[in-house]
């Protein structure tokens, strides 16, 4: 079955082929910049490998920035402009070949590696191009599945240290044999001979035409075969995101933990000894070299901006989310220690409310049932009846808080990832005080219940009549009246038990005097509340009201107050993605959040004074 699966991120790939035939006095050399041959691939959101294929039907690839003039680059270096070497001049398909003519520029500079691509030392291309739309097949009896490009653009052409591509064709230097020589000789073997040792050397037949086309003689065709295959087969080496000189992808992944579990636990996170053992001291340009050598590209002899570069550009994640290691490593850790610094912020009214999950930002109803219907004596043979249950519903929606926090390429070079990783600590604090602020208005608002009555109102009988300083009568009175709460459509006391005491935070020495364990002088003075109840202090409430204060049973044992996240996003997440705005790293911290009253029937308010 063929199915279509899209891009959204529009990654730049590469993938490489050889240089052709070189024309000295035009300073311009003919590429091979695709044949498009299988390259086997790793996709991670899928845990396989997988053969992507480029279709070479003129209708399915976007030639707009070849034809434009698009650059010959030195080894896809896209920041500076030394690394241009020359240009696209023209490019075409033909005979499922993609080649192109590139001119070289005659500066200083560029005229050593032109020297050395007429000397057939550099013959190696790479092509970088962008997907927006694969093709898919399944693989059938054991092989790999089959992505095949079919909306894709070529957006820049390389010269690359070493080549892998093995199905390009190829017309090495060492073809470019003088014909009218060969022919005026009588040398040149015939096509079927030299298609004989082409096929049994078991190279394509491109490679094959090209040494026809040469006039090559026998000797000269088997000799140039063996040469070919020596090329190839030192390319396997390289071939593909990972192979037999790097760690399996499930490995890779566990090395990639071991880094950001060990750049988390620098800034309040914590890590596991292995972590701390190997990663523990690296500095970023450690994890950044690590990172691109790791996805198969030497950064032997780089500059630390360099090592950057290819930690930046080196993308072995997958087809849907092309992002390098050092990128998803980076994340990783500065999402720990955002959730590390979100779970310590829990304070004051948040710790009296209860968590749920919806799932979507759509307005949620919140059912609060009625009490279990009350049994009723049956007669011998009589008829059992269905109890009643009522319920009340209120509602809760989603927002959404977001910020984004950046780190330039400049300060990754600098090895200053303090102040990035400092602000996630940050970020995090400021999630949770987003959750916590939440959770107080509502409680301090008094907001109108699914009933058309306020939360805390006479009607609730949770509302004491006259506002009183924390003793044991006005305490008393608070246990009395919560007991006293009847369920939805019945007549019995449901017996809630206060567990907490929550006070703005001008009355916290009141409140914690109170609950104290103090032995009396006489019985008359005892306190029958001390250790009954667990002080909520809140500075928040402070700001609705000084002198008001609330009891509120175990949120386990019934619903009063919640926050609510999105499903799959328990709590504020990091998204990431590279050259959002800034030339480096930015990621996003994003937190779904709301909250809202379930019920009264846990609460009660007393004004204070």
């Not at 049994?200 to 026809?212: C, E, G, P, Q, T």
Request: proline share 4%.
């Amino acid at each position: 079955m063929t199915t279509l699966a899209t891009r959204d991120d529009l990654t730049l790939l590469t993938r490489l082929a050889p240089v052709a035939s070189i024309r000295a006095e035009q300073r311009t050399a003919e590429l091979v910049w695709s044949t498009g041959a299988g390259v086997k691939r790793y996709d991670w959101l899928q845990d396989r490998y997988y053969l992507e294929e480029l279709s070479l039907d003129p209708a399915h690839v976007d030639m707009s920035r070849l034809a434009a003039g698009a650059p010959l680059l030195n080894a896809h270096n896209t920041r500076e402009l030394s690394s241009v070497l020359g240009v696209v001049e023209r490019a075409w398909i033909r005979n499922g070949e993609a080649r192109a003519l590139v001119r070289f520029s005659e500066r200083p500079d560029v005229e050593p590696i032109w020297r050395d691509v007429q000397a057939g030392i550099i013959r190696n291309v790479s092509v970088g191009y962008y997907v927006e739309t694969y093709q898919t097949f399944e693989g059938q009896d054991e092989k790999l599945p089959v992505y095949r490009a079919v909306k894709w653009q070529p957006a820049e052409i390389s010269l690359v240290p070493v080549g892998a591509d093995a199905g390009a064709g190829t017309r090495a230097k060492s073809l470019e044999l003088n014909m009218s020589d060969a022919v005026e000789a009588g040398r040149g073997a015939g096509p079927g001979k030299i298609r004989a040792i082409v096929a049994a050397a078991k190279l394509d037949s491109r490679f094959a035409d090209d040494l026809i086309e040469a006039s090559v003689t026998e000797q000269q065709a088997r000799d140039l075969v063996v040469d070919e295959l020596a090329r190839r087969n030192a390319g396997h080496q390289i071939r593909g995101t990972w192979d037999a000189t790097h760690e399996a992808p499930a490995q890779a992944v566990a090395e990639r933990k071991l880094m950001a579990d060990a750049l988390a636990a620098r800034y309040g996170g914590t890590a596991s000894e292995a972590a701390t053992r190997k990663w523990g001291g690296a500095t970023a340009l450690d994890l950044a070299r690590a990172c691109a050598e790791q996805a198969g590209i030497s950064t032997r002899g780089r500059s630390r901006a360099g090592v950057f570069d290819a930690a930046l550009s080196a993308r072995s994640i997958g087809i849907a989310h092309g992002t390098s290691d050092f990128v998803a490593v980076t994340a990783d850790a500065a999402s720990k220690i955002l959730r590390t610094a979100y779970d310590q912020g829990a304070t004051g009214v948040v710790e009296i409310c209860g968590m749920r999950i919806v799932p979507d930002f759509k307005p949620v109803s919140l059912v609060q049932l009625s009490d279990t219907p009350a049994l009723q004596k049956t007669a011998p043979g009589g008829e059992i009846r269905y109890g009643t249950m009522k319920d009340s519903a209120s509602s809760i929606k989603l927002d959404t808080y977001a910020a984004l926090i950046g780190i330039s390429r400049q300060a990754l070079v600098n090895d200053d990832l303090d102040a990035f990783m400092t602000r996630f600590r940050g970020a995090g604090v400021s999630a949770s005080e987003t959750r916590n602020v939440l959770c107080t208005a509502v409680l301090a608002s008094n907001p109108t219940m699914s009933d058309t009555v306020a939360l805390f109102h006479a009607d609730h009988g949770n509302l004491a009549g006259s506002g009183a300083a924390i003793d044991v009568t006005t305490v008393a009175a608070g246990f009395a009246a919560m007991r006293l709460q009847k369920g939805l459509g019945s007549t019995t006391p449901i017996n809630i038990s206060p567990r907490f005491l929550v006070v703005p935070a001008a009355k916290e020495m009141a409140a914690r005097q109170f609950v104290a364990s103090i032995t009396p002088a006489t019985i008359a003075n005892a306190n029958p509340f001390a250790g009954a109840l667990t002080v909520v202090v809140d500075p928040r409430l402070d700001a609705y009201s000084t002198t008001a204060w609330y009891l509120a049973a175990e949120p386990s044992a019934v619903d009063t107050l919640i926050y609510a996240h999105l499903e799959g996003s328990e709590g504020p997440r990091v998204e990431y993605r590279q050259g959002w705005e800034v030339e480096g790293l930015e990621l996003k911290v994003v937190y779904d959040v709301a909250a809202a009253a379930v019920d009264f029937r846990g609460l009660y308010k007393n004004p204070g004074a």
